[in-house]
């Protein structure tokens, strides 16, 4: 049983950072990926970052790149989200996942995720 729990979210100005933590318990780093999403009132999960978890390799959405950087602390079993530069855009409810197989940047691909956690920048 795979347990993901995020935290770190809370409300920010514009320009402002924050990081989110998603802890895994029971989850194991062997050829599988981690990714975030968000997902703001009346619109879909967008899949914003990703990283593959045995050899470090990150994929962003543009929307985020050069923005956000994700990371894991493997032997914490904490994947991260420093977000910089935030913009009122970026509020949404955050949530992380691990997958398995399939394309990263889908749903479908994650079989585990977490409960969320909210950001809310203000300009």
């Known amino acids: 049983q795979v347990q993901l729990v995020e935290s770190g979210g809370g409300s920010v100005q514009a320009g402002g950072s924050l990081r989110l933590s998603c802890a895994a318990l029971g989850y194991t780093y062997s050829n599988n990926f981690m990714g975030w999403f968000r997902q703001a009132p009346g619109q879909e999960r967008e899949w914003i970052a990703a990283?593959?978890?045995?050899?470090?390799?990150?994929y962003y959405a543009d929307s985020v790149k050069g923005r956000f950087t994700i990371s894991q602390d493997n032997a914490k079993n904490t994947l991260y989200l420093q977000m910089n530069s935030l913009k009122p855009e970026d509020t949404a409810m955050y949530y992380c996942a691990a997958g398995r197989r399939g394309d990263y940047r889908k749903y479908a691909a994650y079989n585990y995720w977490g409960q969320g956690t909210q950001v809310t920048v203000s300009s």
């Open positions: 990283i593959y978890t045995s050899v470090g390799f990150t």
